[in-house]
């Protein structure tokens, strides 16, 4: 579903990935760990589109596509979805308007009808609900004044509206308490864990993965995937450190 | 306009004839036979135009008075505006449709026109309204078609109601003592060069009088628009709100496509009785001018207000994104005790645009307050300006103000400028300014279309949301129009 061949990206002129291959198929949930400054975010944003992340080298198909030469919300029409590290305010927009408007947007791309306002309401109110989020809480300014677990929450009632085919999801377990943790994790299940689907899931700790277990674990280090293997390489990660997993 | 049939081929026609103007949407002109006054600027142009309106002699002698005192006057200079000359005797300052018999409703007028207002995008409400749908909200539409109110209506209701609400050349004629005794007392003829040549050639305007204890039953909006080439555009407005009453008035504004510049000088002057509220809202849209700037409109307007009254208020709201060069300053002069002034305002310039904008507060009275908001968002090679004088007279006890003035930057060949002046001669006044410069943020702009918005989509989000806490003031038909103006204004801005 996601193929990632030998892809190198730079940042403000700096190598950060060096020919990362990745292949993640239809129905699965791979695990991206590593250290700190590994790459992880990038990949993300390479992935996403993000202006000043510049492919170098390599190729990426999303579904057959050429996804490196789309622009990032042909990206989201075409069904990927990055849940944000750091999600970002936009204030005075409240968030039932910036998601009408993408996710109409996104309808119109793919040639589909515009949702109503009733219709969109009735999609926000209930994504929210199973994500515990108060629906109240879809009125105010897109992320402005919300917690670090209130944003994290935000994203993931975002992708149960947008219902993507594939997400890329970066430590969206970051700044969780147990219960959040818990509550996310059953979100990324419901919505993402379906044959037709994948998902990257980009994290430093085992924790996420006690609720979302994945198929496939990668390391991420210095630009590339140094290992891979299944769920057990997780546990090992966080019993041994990156260091010593890797040698 | 009743037949179903009949409005969709309007708004059939009206759309593909928009659609025709790649550039600008609203650009196109129509075909209403003129009669001209002759060219130029003298006295006799002064007389032709208050013998076409049949005004008494009074209206004539005010009116030459203030082209006597023109004059004498120069033209202002301390704007951050680059102003090229105007040569006041290359344009015509009068022209209105032929002489029609008058009508009694909107129904009756030239369907032209009303095709006009199609291309315009009036409200849904009001073309609702227009069309004499059962239960559609009451908005009284006066429209001036160039120079001339065409046809007013709810007149009749808010007759009902004792509100009047007429142009200004009916007004004259049938309100004398009313028009006589507060037109200039809030602008006076010799406040500035601009306000002075309105005083003698004024075209045409609204006259609105909210008579004590009432509440005016409908907003009142009116369109103007310049319909004529080589047509100076010169509005008055005299706004008059008895002990208290309130009454909301919309203005709203877009011109045709034109190569040359054209000048447009308003005057709105507004009384406020003790305990009386006016809330004027505009939306302001004349042509900006090409790319290149070229053509476009110098829009050089004084607006005024003045709170005569104890605990009257007066709310200015704008949204400016059109003109070549827009020069204005909506104002309040708070002198009735406990008086209270706003100002809300959002003004876009792009390409080679160019805005000097804000507001005075005079505080006269005690217990005054004032409230500016101001939001300036400057893209393309445009010079954005906002300049604003808090002032507190010596006798002005327990003054408060409160100033907000934020700048929003697209790309880096623009320019965002604050002026505040603040003069305070009283020790009691509390006086709060806060300004903030800002560049449009990348992260919320990918952050937006990494959702599936494209990039000028995300764009006019991040504005709409940086500038609501002034559209929010506007009444809801208008702020939904201000909300399609801002990311019309902005398109190919970023990129």
Redesign the interface.
Known sequence: MLEITDLHATVAGKAILNGLTLSVPAGEIHAIMGPNGAGKSTLGYVL?????YEATGGAVTFDGQDLLGM???E???AGLF?G?QY???????SYL???R???N??RR?RGEPDLSGGEFIKLARSQAALLGMHAEMLKR?VNVGFSGGEKKRAEMV?MGI?NPKFAVLDETDSGLDIDALRAVGAGINRIMRAPEKGVLLITHYQRLLDYVEPDRVHVLRNGRIERSGGPELAHELEREGYTEAAA | MTDRATDTVRNREAHEAAEKLADYEWGFVSNVEQEFAPKGLSEDTVRFISAKKNEPEWMLDWRLKAYRAWLEMDEVSWAKLDIPPIDYQDAYYYAAPKQKPKLGSLDEVDPEILRVYEKLGIPIEEQKVLAGVEGARKVAVDAVFDSVSVATTFREELKKAGVIFLSISEAIREYPELVQKYLGSVVPQRDNYFACLNSAVFSDGTFVYVPEGVRCPMELSTYFRINAENTGQFERTLIVADKDSYVSYLEGCTAPMRDENQLHAAVVEIFAHEDAEVKYSTVQNWYPGDAEGKGGIFNFVTKRALCSGDRSKVSWTQVETGSAITWKYPSCILKGDGSVGEFYSVALTNNRQQADTGTKMIHIGANTRSTIVSKGISAGRSNNTYRGLVRVLPRAENVRNFTQCDSLLLGSDCGAHTVPYIEVKNPTAQIEHEATTSKI????L??????????E??VA??V??????VLKQLPMEFAVEAQKLLGISLEGSVG
């Open positions: 996403a589109g993000r202006p000043g622009e990032p919300h990206r989201a029409a990055l944000f999600p970002v305010e936009i204030p005075g927009i308007q910036f998601l408007e993408s996710l947007s996104q791309s300014p975002q947008m | 943020s990348e992260d919320q990918f952050y937006a279309m990494s959702r599936g918005l494209d990039q989509a995300a989000l991040i709409n949301g940086f500038a609501r806490e």
